[in-house]
């Protein structure tokens, strides 16, 4: 499997050069480059692709969670911080990790293999050939097969996804990210950070909102073009 590419957005030079090692440790890891304020690295990223974002909370001109929902379709991101305040909102963004100053390298370690363990599962279905009409995922402490054909929408909550079918309800624990790198692209659609929809399910819409199976759901404001491009 090729390296993870990551960055770091930190504007502590000891907080920088700690990651950097920890990064140089790792076989998986490619640092890109560092970034002392979150302006510089969305200037970056207009131009350059990175899968995992080491991303602290308190920085100057933009702060790490105001940057993080401004990238419309953000990489994998590990919050480091000295502040355990911000988990409930960095887990509302999907981020992948939240590392609480100072970490050990295990610790470290520990965040990283999240990363490297969803991406493996991402790239799976891609590098078998095979296309399925299914999937299979965690939930109720088993393995559940669930039919493309069947979803309806998915909504996230915090560090898990409520998958709603057209027989049930399944709650699992992983990101909208993961869950959208599983679907089929031409079967699915993100319209809103929270919500991924079936697009055969679709029943009406609007500027604001999509109707599936007689649900609301909001369109972010990043996704529009999505649905008027149908």
Not at 152 to 166: H, M
């Amino acid at each position: 499997m090729s390296n993870i590419k990551c960055i770091i957005v930190e504007d502590e030079p000891l907080a920088v050069k700690i990651l950097s090692d920890y990064i140089s440790q790792v076989p998986f890891l490619e640092l890109q480059a560092t970034f002392k304020d979150a302006i510089l690295a969305t200037d970056w990223l207009r131009h350059n692709n990175t899968e995992l974002i080491f991303l602290d909370i308190h920085l100057p001109k933009l702060k790490g969670m105001a940057f993080l929902k401004t990238l419309t379709h953000p990489p994998a991101v590990i919050i480091t911080t000295a502040y355990h305040q911000y988990a409930v909102e960095g887990f509302n963004l999907n981020v992948t990790d939240y590392l609480l100053k100072p970490f050990e390298f295990e610790r470290f370690l520990i965040s990283v293999n999240k990363v490297k363990s969803a991406q493996s599962e991402k790239k799976e279905p891609h590098e078998s050939g095979d296309k399925k009409d299914f999937i299979f995922l965690n939930a109720e402490r088993k393995k559940v097969k669930i039919l493309f054909s069947e979803i309806i929408y998915i909504e996230s909550q915090r560090e898990y996804i409520r998958i709603v079918t057209t027989k049930r309800e399944y709650i699992s624990k992983m990101s909208t990210h993961e869950i959208e790198d599983l679907l089929p692209a031409n079967l699915f659609k993100r319209i809103h950070r929270s919500y991924i929809v079936s697009m055969s399910r679709i029943e009406s819409y609007t500027a604001e909102m999509v109707e599936v199976n007689g649900v609301s759901i909001p369109i972010g404001r990043g996704y529009r073009d999505i649905i008027e491009n149908l």
